[in-house]
């Protein structure tokens, strides 16, 4: 099979820092290739992917992330580049719309953000022609009148995990500095549970900043550390060491590749039973799924007794790259003996 995978353009693939779905761009892309498919990414100049790659924008656009012009240049292109393969995997947003131009096209996308009023209305006027894989079953949910072809959780390779004792002592917060990701209540959380918490977190844009200048910065103390937007070497570190992590989100998130990524190293996630965190983390076996803050702190006292041989397992069973690169793979196969 010929398969072609356009990633989005605001992050090289695979990330130098912080970029779930360009992870997951590159975990498909060397999958398919592995599995013994001709593959072509085509992502942006900066990408050090393992596959052939193709791009007409030289470096990633983070810097102007959800603007129109530069996504439209590198969709545009895209199509051109990657004409006469089977299959091309989309994980743009323009891509699906545009390729409308190429009715001969196996085009199939998928959704990596939440169906929001907006995005929910743009997949509703393509999903008759571009079959649509949303990842996780929450994520679907939200839209029962748009046809969904298939749910494909995400997947890593555990190899690239070290599995980890949790012997820093620490708790973690990682991910973005934003109220639905909620590390001021991972601060309070461990304030109250009196546990010291590093927390390693994305902040580029204004309002982020001013998040964190006003509902965490002010509570930072010797146990309570900003350590930044940390490169990938240095994440797994931390999760390796970290007695669990702290994901109090409080939005429907679509998955939360961080819960995955701490289940690797073995490290419990402790969360909300918001989006798809009950289909990641199984309550009482690879972390706890906490009705609030106060829950949360008291659920910190309890981490020791989670067996983190368990969290490591549930990626090995099921959250691997093999089987996410095997679903899809099943997919093509049925979407290309009905084309």
Request: charged residues 20%; proline residues 8%; glycine residues 8%.
């Amino acid at each position: 099979m010929r398969i072609a995978v356009i990633a989005p353009p605001w992050a090289p693939i695979p990330p130098n820092l912080y970029g779930g779905i360009e992870l997951i761009v590159d975990e498909l892309a060397r999958g398919f290739q592995t599995a013994g498919h001709e593959v072509v990414l085509f992502a942006t100049g900066d990408s050090t992917s393992q596959v052939p790659t193709k791009w007409v924008l030289p470096h990633a656009e983070g810097h102007r992330i959800g603007i129109a012009v530069p996504e439209l240049r590198h969709v545009m292109h895209a199509y051109e580049a990657v004409q006469g393969y089977d299959i091309v995997h989309d994980h743009t947003v323009f891509g699906p719309v545009y390729s409308e131009r190429f009715p001969d096209m196996n085009v199939v996308t998928t959704i990596h953000g939440p169906f929001n009023e907006e995005l929910a209305d743009i997949y509703r006027r393509i999903a008759h022609r571009v079959p649509i894989i949303a990842i996780s079953h929450d994520q679907r949910r939200q839209v029962p009148d748009i046809p969904i072809a298939r749910v494909i959780h995400h997947g890593i390779n555990p190899d690239s995990f070290p599995v980890g004792h949790g012997d820093g002592g620490y708790f973690l917060f990682l991910g973005r500095m934003a109220p639905e990701k909620g590390a001021h209540r991972a601060v309070e959380a461990a304030w109250k549970a009196g546990v010291p918490l590093l927390l390693a977190a994305k902040m580029r844009e204004p309002w982020e900043f001013e998040y964190f200048d006003t509902y965490v910065k002010p509570y930072l103390n010797d146990d309570i550390r900003y350590l930044g937007e940390v490169p990938h070497a240095q994440k797994l570190s931390l999760l390796a060491g970290a007695r669990a992590l702290l994901n109090p989100i409080r939005w429907a998130e679509p998955f939360g590749l961080v819960m995955v990524e701490a289940l690797a190293c073995g490290t419990p996630v402790l969360s909300f039973p918001e989006g798809a965190a009950p289909e990641i983390v199984e309550d009482g076996k690879t972390g706890f799924l906490c009705n609030d803050v106060t829950d949360m702190a008291e659920r910190i006292g309890q981490v020791d007794q989670l067996e983190r041989s368990a969290c490591r397992a549930a990626v090995e069973d099921y959250f691997s790259t093999r089987r996410m690169v095997d679903e899809h793979l099943a997919l093509f196969d049925e979407l290309l003996a009905q084309s």
